[in-house]
């Protein structure tokens, strides 16, 4: 059991190792104290530079170590998972004085980095009964169970960095995890295919039949011939990429 004394001497080294304050710590070597710190933040920061590789590329390397230096003095962690710490960054800077001071698309952009890692480290799903799309009016339509999706207001994907805040409209994407080479993938879709996949994610065992009976009673005859093909389309595009299955009901 250790002593009182010791474990405020831990508390206190562990706070050092996060703010540099060294708050009357007993040390036999004061003059190799700064090591702690400097070796638990680089951790720190190859973990968010291994996390927000394109954040950190847009902002430049300094900016992003500073970024995450204001991170590890203010923020007090709570997650005990390594891989997790990202989304505390993600959180932290939205809340934080720092959101002011970098370009208005960095909030965004590192919730779309984290959302990779997310997508990454899911917890595995069983696909057991999961079929190739093919049209089948009675089969239920199954999304891949690894996806993400988000309308980004910043072009990441498309243009570079110095672009981005001139080209802010809508980029619907959709992150995902292939079910037999367990890559991460990103497809960008249309506002409508958007829409189409966010309905999925709502409902459960929804058979293509089904499906288009609601387009059908949501629109007249006309447009729903037209979103018919459409849909159609895009549900074929969607299980070339991996992205849409069936199942029987």
């Not at 474990?7 to 702690?36: C, M």
């Not at 070796?39 to 430049?60: D, E, H, N, R, S």
Request: with cysteine; glycine share 4%.
């Amino acid at each position: 059991m250790l002593k009182p004394e010791t474990i405020n001497q831990q508390s206190k080294l562990a706070q050092y190792s996060r703010t540099g304050e060294k708050q009357d710590l007993i040390l036999s070597n004061p003059q190799h104290v700064f090591q702690y710190r400097r070796l638990v933040f680089y951790v720190v920061l190859g973990i968010m530079q291994q996390a927000f590789p394109i954040a950190q590329k847009a902002i430049g390397i300094e900016s992003f170590k500073a970024l995450v230096n204001e991170f590890f003095n203010s923020h007090n962690c709570k997650t005990p998972q390594v891989w997790k710490l990202p989304l505390e960054f993600c959180n932290w800077f939205k809340t934080s004085n720092q959101v002011d001071l970098n370009p208005s698309y960095l909030s965004e952009l590192l919730y779309f980095e984290w959302l990779e890692i997310e997508v990454h480290t899911q917890k595995d799903t069983s696909t057991e009964g999961l079929m190739p799309f093919q049209g089948n009016a009675i089969s239920s339509l199954r999304l891949n169970p690894y996806l993400k999706s988000i309308n980004l207001n910043y072009p990441y994907h498309k243009f570079l960095p110095e672009e981005w805040l001139s080209q802010k409209a809508e980029y619907p994407m959709v992150i995902y995890r292939g079910v037999s080479d367990f890559k991460v993938h990103f497809m960008a879709v249309s506002k409508f295919g958007l829409g189409v996949i966010q309905f999925l994610l709502q409902t459960e065992n929804l058979t293509l039949g089904e499906f288009l009976e609601i387009l059908t009673q949501q629109n007249n005859e006309a447009q729903s011939e037209n979103l018919q093909k459409q849909v159609l389309t895009f549900f074929n595009q969607l299980s070339h990429k991996g992205i849409l299955f069936e199942a029987s009901k």
